[in-house]
């Protein structure tokens, strides 16, 4: 199988290591300076493409893949407001994208643990849900996309939540939002720690990334899947291909 890199930052690098780790080819690398190779043969001829870049850039490369009918796996966040115009393109037949917020096997495990317990809670309107996400000083965007997931996930599970804001400097807490609270600190990889709190106790669900090499190698994971499909998918799609659907 042959694989595109677009973007060839930290995340780049790490999942040009994974996919010659697992023996298929790196067909091209296109970064801001080598725009040029969107026109290539090597490009075109790509089984897949996977794009981690910013948000300003990946509409424009997402829309590169389409018009060279290159599949194209993203894990780029901080851009989703055009996500629903792409995956109506995917539908009517003009592309194909797999988007996640989160490429990590352990994140999108604890999605679905959060799923769960959001709707538990609807029988126990005395625990209140927040959330904090911690991430390095490097990641642009806040709160970050997998945060976004998480308390979307949450809201929609919820009968009494009415959608997520950011906490406002000496602002009280409305009771039918949820807050998502950001932190930028040193080289930390992810955390995200969603707290049930009550007078009588504190409920916490914590996942926390050792390093990026889980979201390289689910990304990896995630283009092998995708290699030869048309439309739109997400990382659930793949996760529940593996397990009988339970995603």
């Known amino acids: 199988m042959k694989v595109a890199l677009i973007g060839h930052g930290r995340m780049g690098r790490l999942i040009e290591t994974i996919l010659k780790e697992r023996g298929l080819s790196v067909s091209c690398i296109i970064d801001e300076h080598d725009q040029e190779l969107f026109d290539s043969r090597e490009f075109r001829e790509s089984d897949v ?13 997402i829309l590169h893949c389409f018009a060279a009918g290159v599949p194209v796996v993203c894990g780029t966040t901080g851009w989703t407001d055009s996500l ?23 994140v999108n495990i604890f999605r679905a643990v959060n799923r769960y317990l959001a709707r538990i809670m609807n029988d126990f309107a005395e625990y209140i849900p927040s959330m904090e996400e911690t991430h390095h000083i490097h990641k642009l965007d806040h709160p970050s996309g997998t945060a976004i997931t998480l308390a979307e996930e949450i809201v929609e599970a919820s009968e ?10 000496g602002e009280k807490p409305l ?3 949820l807050e998502v609270a950001h932190v930028r600190r040193g080289e930390v990889p992810g955390i995200h720690e969603i707290k049930w709190d009550s007078d009588a106790d504190t409920i ?6 050792k390093s990026r090499r889980g979201f390289a190698s689910g990304a990896v994971m995630a283009a092998e899947w995708l290699a030869g499909k048309k439309g739109f998918f997400t990382i659930s799609d793949v996760l529940a291909s593996k397990t009988q659907g339970l995603f």
């Open 204 to 209: 916490t669900l914590v996942h926390s990334a």
């Open 49 to 61: 493409a996977i794009e981690f870049t910013t948000p300003a850039t990946a509409v424009d490369n």
């Open 175 to 177: 009771e039918d939002m």
């Open 160 to 169: 009494r939540l009415n959608g997520w804001k950011e906490p406002i400097p």
């Open 84 to 106: 629903p115009e792409l995956k109506k393109m995917c539908e009517e037949g003009k592309g194909t994208l797999l988007y996640a917020s989160n490429f990590s096997v352990g």
